[in-house]
């Protein structure tokens, strides 16, 4: 699977857009790029997936170049409840289990 | 609920005991998968089960480790004479499994596993 690399960690403050941008060089054209939140003492949970351009859904947004070597998870307007930790994951299409292989992930600090 | 219930949330024992896991997926998910997680990291692939059947095994799962899952409903994950490095959050997830689609894993929210 490809190797995903995103910052370790960013600050923003309330009522910013938040963008966290993943590269991913040796994406492979069956790949999907997958984005998951996950807080304190809980399961990751899935924000938004996309293979090319751009994905929007009511949480975020994601910005795929032409050739799919990064993407950008935008966050509109953060809130303090937005503080979590970021995973970049490509995912296989073709793969036969589907199993997610997670990187360190981006800590996002909002303030107020 | 009808998310992924996980049980118990908190396991405390002694090195060398056994210990067992529970996971309930969504029930109409025919795949499941067990992560392992440290303080700091992302979640590590454990093992994944479609229906019934296990299909893979990480080199993570030693031979102390063991996962069912009977009748491709709940699954278990057991641990034999546990170790220091044993202690993690144990995530359960699962999805649907469509063929031509990448469907979202639904993660419980862990059974947090600490070994004295």
């Known amino acids: 699977l490809a190797k995903t690399t995103q910052p370790i960690s960013m600050d923003s403050y309330e009522g910013q857009e938040v963008n966290i941008t993943c590269s991913h060089n040796?994406?492979?054209?069956?790949?999907?790029i997958t984005w998951y939140q996950q807080f304190p003492s809980q399961g990751p949970r899935f924000i938004i997936q996309?293979?090319?351009t751009k994905v929007t859904n009511e949480v975020a947004s994601l910005f795929i170049p032409a050739d799919r070597k990064s993407s950008t998870l935008s966050l509109p307007r953060v809130s303090l409840s937005d503080t979590a930790v970021y995973y970049c994951?490509?995912?296989?299409?073709?793969?036969?289990?589907?199993?997610?292989?997670f990187g360190q992930g981006t800590t996002l600090q909002v303030k107020p | 609920d009808t998310g992924v219930s996980q049980d118990p949330r908190h396991k405390i024992t002694k090195r060398g005991q056994n210990v067992t896991f529970r996971c309930d997926p969504i029930?109409?998910?025919?795949?499941l998968y067990w992560y392992r997680q440290t303080l700091g990291q992302g979640p590590e692939f454990l093992t994944y089960f479609q229906n019934e059947a296990q299909l893979e095994k990480s080199r993570l799962l030693s031979d102390r480790f063991s996962a069912e899952r009977p009748k491709g409903s709940f699954s278990t994950l057991e641990i034999q004479r546990t170790e220091q490095g044993d202690s993690a959050m144990y995530l359960c997830?699962?999805?649907?499994?469509?063929?031509?689609?990448?469907?979202?894993?639904?993660f419980g929210d862990g059974t947090r596993l600490s070994i004295l």
């Open positions: 029930s109409e998910h025919n795949r």
């Open positions: 994951l490509v995912a296989t299409l073709s793969s036969n289990t589907g199993k997610l292989i």
């Open positions: 040796n994406i492979a054209t069956n790949d999907y």
């Open positions: 996309g293979y090319k």
């Open positions: 997830a699962s999805s649907l499994g469509v063929r031509g689609e990448l469907e979202p894993q639904h």
